[in-house]
Each structure stands twice: as C-alpha cells, then as structure tokens.
C-alpha cells in the first residue's frame, strides 16, 4: 500500500517541475515512508511513495513495460498477482521484478483498460502510455483505496488524498456547499465530491481514460454489485460456500513478503477471518485488540478468548484516550471532516498493529456482505408496518405527527417516537436516508450559514443513499439497504477510517471480506437467509458454526465507540467553546453560531442528546483550522502520533 500522485497538462510539451511533483509526493510521505519514485516527461508528470509490502528490494515504482513505453504508479494489493503473472508469462511477457504492481503494465498492453476487470483486490492506480498519449485512472471495485481528481483547462492532478493536490502552487482553497451539508448530514463527504471545491473522487469500480485533448473526459463504470437472489440453493448449500470463499480470500490475503497480523474485536467478522488465517498461515499469526477502562466501549475479553482458541500471538494493550490531543491529530491526517467516532479507537489500533508489523487483516465488509447491522432488523420492522399502513395515513397522519413529536431524549425509549414516525410516512428509500442522518432537517439548514444555503440549490444528501437503496430488487427492503451501504457507506464513511486511520501510521489494511468474489456471492443469496426473525447475519453465523465458539457467535454486536457525550461536557468543553463558539473561530462563516450554541449549552443541560452533530461541529472547526487558514500542509515535516 502506498500513495500516488501526479499531474497531466493540455500542453503536451509543457514540462513538469520536478520540484512541485516532489511536493505532492511528500504531502503523502505518510503513506509510503519506505521509498519514492517519479516519471516526467513534456506535459506528465507520476509520483509514488513506496510502503514496502511484495517484492522488497525489486518492487520500486514507477514500474514500466520492457519498453519503457507504458509506466504505472500503484496504490493497493493485487491478490491474484501470480496467476496473472504465468499467465502473461505464458503469451511472451518479460517481467523483470516479482511485484504485484508490474503485472499491470503488461495487462494493459494485452486488455488496454479493461484490465481493471481482471485484477482481485484493492488498487488506485495511475497508468501512461507514451505512445498513445493516454493517462489511465482507475479505482477498485469498492473503493478501498482513494483517488482525488482536480481538473481545469490547463491540467489535471491526482493524488490519493485531497493534501497532495492542495500542494500544487497556487491551489486556491475553498468549501464546497454541497459537500459541506452532506457531511453535516451523515457525518462524511460522500459520493464523488470532496470537501474542497473543484477536487473530486474517482467513484469506486470506474476508470478514466485522458489525453491532453480530451483532460475533461468522462469516467466509465466497469463494476457494480448486483443483488440478484438465488433461489435454486439451500441454506445448507450457501454455508458450504460462504465457507469455501472465505477461507481461499483471506489465504490470498495473506501474501506477502513482510509478515502479517490481524485486527482482532472479538466481534464475529474479525474473529472469522482470524479462524480462516490459522488455518493458512505457516507461523502464528500475530493479533492485535485495544480496550478502554470504560466496561461498555471494551471487547478485550471477547478478542482474548479467540486469540487462545487459535493460538495467535496477541497484542493488546489498554488505553486512556487523550481526547483534545487525539482530535488534533486525526483532523490532521484525515484531510477532510470526518466526524465518525470510531476513527479514534481504529487510529489507536492501527497504530499499535504498526510497533509489530506492516501488513493487518481486517473484519471490515461482513456486515455490509450479510446483514450485520441492528437498523437492518429495525428498518425491516419498519418495513412490515409501512406495508400494513395505507398511504394517505402514513403522509396525511404519520408525517405531520413525526414533525411535531419532540426530539426528546430523556423521554423512555418507548416515547421516543420522532424517527419512527417520520420513517413511516417515508416510502422505503427515503426513510433509510432518514435513518443514516447524523443531523436531519430542518436543523442542519438551520445549522448552515445563510450565504452557503442560498447555494445548495436544492441539494439532498439523501439522494445517494436513495440511488443505491433503488438499484436492489424492488420490495427486498433488506437488499436496498445493503445496495446503499456498500454504495455510500462502506466507500465515505468505513474505508476512509481504515485508510487514513492506518496510512498514518504506515500501515496496510486488507480486508479479506471485502474481495469482490464473496460480496458477489453474498449478494446471490436471499435476504431471508441474512436478516431471519429479527436475527442479523444469521447465514453468516451458521457458515461460522464449526469453527467459532458460539459465545462469540451470538453475543451482539458492539463495535468502536466512544463516550463522545460525556466528553464533551468534559475535557472537550473548552476545545469546542475555543473552536465552535469563539466568534473569531475557523468556521464562523460556515456555521450558524447562535443555534450552535443553544444545542451545545442543551446538550449540556442533558435536556437534548445531540453529541455526535457537536462532535461533528468541533471536527469541522479543528479541521478548518488547519486547512482553511493558510497554515502549511505538509504532513511529512511532523508525524503526529507515530
């Protein structure tokens, strides 16, 4: 895993500073701090920072064809490197080095940039080809791995984090409406945008074919889950091949020339794909678990009861969280707001995972993969009653009593009926986007500032998590809100955390249940088998039945948290009246202060539990802090934390 970087003008003879491509390199040196490499010539320009995982001493990049006339810059693992390898081998390909990057150069040459298709496991890369003039971007089928995209009519940059583009002299900073409100909503940037306006994402599963002529050219989808249910197998039969795929995954997942360990909760996804590991690895596999002093956000004894079933050499360690000092330092890595709190205990992690090794597994992907989510069974419930309940009930009714009915947290549970309410009178799409707001409305345009309102023109951070719910079978309540997860979620929210989390320490994340051949196979299979009377992942925990102890296949989900209420009534408070109430403070033109201060001193009173939109409010202020106001954005001249 490494970063990339680079630049490809209008002007085929323009020549590229060497100085500025170096600077966009070390913007990213976190990601590789092994090696870096370039190639400019008139008019391109590729960067690479190099974490050295396959082929140690062979493997620098740019990695080039015999020729010299294909280059590529690499960001990611190919996992069915060696069988491409003897397989271009076979049509007469010469590769000099043993690395998983080259085999791309010499796909290219045979598949041009359908080559994307052929390639199992996570990449961004950057591909020139001399003689056609083309410049090739591609993304994985999920979007494990980033890839930033700035255009104008001069040139086009690409980087693996926002940072590196912010590097190029002259680049003018500002926010984007748009994006600013979808991250208000759900916490995250999603979709193509980013925080800053004019830099982009490449979408997960697309390419983009360039040349100097056409730098405004279109990306082209070459992937898409499809959720289509097979109803000709048994519960039975998808167990035998739940069982079989991930057990070949996480083997492919284990390659490598630097040893390899695990993240390890005790929760089922990653104690899965512990069990699977044992199994194929030839030494003991190291594993890695963090816990806090706080019973309710520790799974230290679940992750030590399955590291001594399976003999793993295990790490963990205890922690007290510096909150002020930790959200300094993820603001600082993250490069954009990113207001999930579970980045801290995963920075944490990561960084412990980095003392022993290079290379983790991860459980990420199974709940997206066979649905593990506890709103999955409540929005299923939600479902059966929408069914029940005439429409002009739900609208006329319903959706004016949600409205009224008061955000009320000291009320009993079984009062605090708003979302409910207002989930019922939604059709099915809509009421998931409901569920996944962070903030809802109105009080997220009541939160915006006035001028950046009157630019949104009508946006709806909904509309992503719609478009994704939509494209699954019409009535699979439950394959809708998987589609949209693995659309919207999985990329903006849970891959970014792991990346920038475990980049910051130079660390590589793979998460074998996010290979594209088990989530295809998880997508055959009907959601009666996934979500079954109430119980989540119920396929899941019986393909797992035989090898994991059943206290850890049935005891609930838990999952990263942290007591971001009580501390920012705590040792937060005087950070966030610094950074969110100072009139003077970093986003008082994003932010309307006054209704930001008659939440925070609610929250306070306990009268209203609206932590994670405060917590989201202080992110954005430290975050602003540091990238709106001119301050140097280099990363590599301090390495917070590491």
Same mark, same amino acid.
């Given at each position: 895993?490494?970063?990339?970087a680079g630049?490809?003008f209008?002007?085929r003879q323009?020549?590229?500073d060497?100085?500025v491509?170096?600077?966009?390199?070390d913007a990213?040196?976190h990601?590789?701090?092994?090696?870096?490499g370039?190639?400019?010539?008139?008019?391109?320009g590729?960067?690479?920072?190099?974490?050295s995982?396959?082929?140690?001493? &062979?493997?620098?990049?740019p990695?080039?064809?015999?020729?010299g006339?294909?280059?590529?810059?690499?960001? &990611?693992?190919?996992?069915?490197?060696?069988?491409?390898r003897?397989?271009l081998?076979? #049509?007469?390909?010469?590769l000099?080095t043993?690395?998983d990057?080259?085999?791309?150069v010499?796909?290219?040459?045979?598949?041009g940039?359908?080559?994307a298709?052929r390639?199992?496991?996570?990449?961004?890369f950057a591909?020139?080809d001399r003689a056609a003039? #083309?410049?090739?971007?591609?993304?994985d089928r999920l979007?494990?791995?980033?890839?930033?995209?700035?255009?104008?009519v001069?040139?086009?940059l690409f980087?693996?984090?926002p940072?590196?583009?912010?590097?190029?002299p &002259?680049?003018?900073?500002?926010v984007?409406?748009?994006a600013?409100?979808?991250?208000?909503a759900?916490g995250?940037?999603?979709g193509?945008?980013?925080?800053f306006?004019?830099?982009?994402q490449?979408?997960?599963g697309?390419?983009?074919?360039?040349?100097?002529?056409?730098l405004g050219a279109?990306?082209r989808?070459?992937?898409?889950?499809?959720?289509e249910a097979?109803?000709?197998?048994?519960?039975?039969?998808?167990?035998?091949?739940?069982?079989?795929k991930?057990?070949e995954?996480?083997?492919l997942?284990?390659?490598?020339?630097v040893?390899?360990g695990?993240?390890?909760?005790?929760?089922?996804?990653s104690?899965?794909?512990?069990a699977?590991a044992s199994?194929?690895?030839p030494?003991?596999?190291?594993?890695f678990s963090?816990g806090?002093?706080?019973?309710?956000?520790?799974?230290?004894?679940h992750a030590?009861?399955?590291?001594?079933?399976?003999?793993?050499?295990?790490?963990?360690?205890i922690?007290?969280?510096?909150a002020?000092r930790?959200?300094?330092?993820?603001?600082?890595f993250f490069d954009?707001?990113?207001?999930?709190p579970?980045?801290?205990p995963?920075?944490l992690?990561a960084?412990l995972?980095?003392?022993?090794?290079?290379v983790?597994?991860?459980g990420?992907?199974?709940?997206?993969?066979?649905?593990g989510?506890?709103?999955?069974a409540?929005?299923?419930?939600?479902?059966?009653?929408r069914s029940l309940?005439?429409?002009?009930l739900?609208?006329w009714?319903?959706?004016?009593l949600?409205?009224?009915?008061?955000?009320?947290?000291?009320?009993?549970?079984a009062?605090?009926?708003?979302?409910r309410?207002t989930?019922?009178?939604?059709d099915?799409a809509?009421a998931?986007?409901?569920?996944l707001?962070l903030?809802?409305?109105?009080l $997220?345009?009541?939160?915006?500032?006035?001028?950046?309102?009157?630019?949104?023109n009508g946006h709806?951070?909904?509309?992503?998590?719609?478009?994704?719910?939509?494209?699954?079978?019409?009535?699979?309540?439950?394959?809708g809100?998987l589609?949209a997860?693995?659309?919207?979620?999985?990329p903006?929210?849970?891959l970014?955390?792991?990346?920038r989390?475990?980049?910051?320490h130079?660390l590589e994340?793979?998460?074998?249940?996010?290979d594209h051949?088990l989530?295809?196979?998880?997508?055959?299979?009907?959601?009666?088998? #996934?979500?079954?009377?109430?119980?989540? #992942?119920?396929?899941?925990k019986k393909?797992?039945?035989?090898?994991l102890?059943q206290?850890?296949?049935?005891?609930?989900?838990?999952?990263?948290?942290?007591?971001?209420?009580a501390w920012?009534r705590?040792?937060?408070?005087?950070?966030?009246?610094?950074?969110?109430l100072?009139?003077?403070?970093?986003? $008082?033109d994003?932010?309307?202060?006054?209704?930001?201060?008659?939440?925070?001193?609610?929250?306070l009173?306990g009268?209203v539990?609206?932590?994670k939109?405060?917590?989201?409010?202080l992110?954005?202020a430290?975050w602003?802090?540091?990238?709106?106001?001119?301050?140097?954005i280099?990363k590599?001249?301090?390495?917070i934390?590491t």
């Amino acid at each position: 895993m490494c970063g990339i970087a680079g630049m490809i003008f209008a002007d085929r003879q323009r020549p590229v500073d060497p100085v500025v491509l170096a600077g966009m390199g070390d913007a990213i040196a976190h990601r590789g701090p092994d090696a870096e490499g370039y190639w400019i010539e008139p008019g391109i320009g590729l960067a690479h920072r190099r974490l050295s995982i396959i082929d140690l001493a &062979g493997g620098d990049q740019p990695v080039a064809n015999e020729d010299g006339s294909v280059q590529v810059v690499f960001n &990611g693992e190919v996992y069915n490197y060696q069988s491409l390898r003897r397989e271009l081998q076979a #049509k007469g390909h010469q590769l000099r080095t043993h690395s998983d990057t080259e085999v791309l150069v010499h796909l290219y040459e045979e598949h041009g940039p359908e080559l994307a298709t052929r390639l199992r496991g996570m990449f961004a890369f950057a591909l020139w080809d001399r003689a056609a003039r #083309k410049l090739l971007l591609a993304r994985d089928r999920l979007g494990i791995k980033p890839l930033y995209i700035y255009r104008d009519v001069e040139k086009l940059l690409f980087a693996s984090e926002p940072i590196a583009i912010l590097a190029y002299p &002259g680049f003018g900073r500002s926010v984007d409406p748009a994006a600013l409100e979808d991250y208000l909503a759900l916490g995250m940037v999603s979709g193509t945008r980013s925080i800053f306006r004019g830099i982009r994402q490449l979408a997960p599963g697309h390419t983009l074919v360039l040349q100097a002529e056409r730098l405004g050219a279109a990306p082209r989808r070459y992937w898409q889950l499809c959720l289509e249910a097979d109803e000709t197998r048994t519960a039975d039969d998808w167990q035998e091949e739940i069982q079989a795929k991930l057990q070949e995954t996480v083997r492919l997942h284990l390659l490598a020339d630097v040893p390899v360990g695990a993240f390890l909760s005790g929760g089922l996804d990653s104690s899965a794909v512990v069990a699977a590991a044992s199994d194929s690895c030839p030494t003991s596999l190291q594993t890695f678990s963090i816990g806090f002093h706080e019973e309710a956000f520790s799974e230290l004894p679940h992750a030590r009861r399955v590291a001594e079933q399976f003999g793993t050499d295990h790490v963990e360690e205890i922690l007290t969280p510096d909150a002020a000092r930790l959200v300094d330092e993820l603001t600082y890595f993250f490069d954009e707001p990113f207001a999930d709190p579970s980045a801290i205990p995963t920075y944490l992690v990561a960084r412990l995972a980095r003392s022993k090794v290079k290379v983790v597994l991860s459980g990420d992907g199974g709940d997206e993969a066979f649905g593990g989510y506890s709103r999955y069974a409540h929005d299923l419930r939600e479902a059966h009653w929408r069914s029940l309940l005439p429409r002009w009930l739900r609208r006329w009714a319903l959706g004016p009593l949600g409205r009224m009915w008061p955000k009320a947290d000291w009320l009993p549970r079984a009062l605090r009926a708003k979302t409910r309410l207002t989930n019922l009178a939604l059709d099915a799409a809509s009421a998931y986007a409901n569920t996944l707001s962070l903030c809802r409305m109105p009080l $997220r345009r009541h939160l915006l500032a006035p001028d950046l309102t009157r630019q949104l023109n009508g946006h709806d951070p909904g509309d992503l998590i719609r478009a994704g719910f939509d494209s699954a079978p019409a009535g699979d309540a439950l394959g809708g809100m998987l589609a949209a997860d693995v659309a919207v979620v999985l990329p903006d929210d849970f891959l970014v955390k792991v990346d920038r989390a475990s980049m910051a320490h130079g660390l590589e994340v793979r998460p074998p249940l996010l290979d594209h051949e088990l989530l295809e196979l998880a997508a055959r299979i009907p959601s009666r088998w #996934k979500v079954r009377q109430g119980e989540s #992942k119920w396929i899941f925990k019986k393909a797992c039945g035989k090898v994991l102890p059943q206290d850890i296949i049935r005891r609930p989900k838990q999952g990263f948290d942290m007591p971001i209420d009580a501390w920012l009534r705590g040792p937060l408070r005087p950070m966030f009246e610094a950074s969110v109430l100072e009139s003077q403070g970093p986003i $008082r033109d994003l932010i309307d202060q006054s209704i930001t201060r008659g939440l925070f001193w609610s929250h306070l009173a306990g009268t209203v539990r609206q932590g994670k939109v405060l917590w989201s409010l202080l992110i954005l202020a430290r975050w602003a802090e540091r990238f709106m106001s001119g301050s140097s954005i280099s990363k590599s001249a301090c390495m917070i934390g590491t």
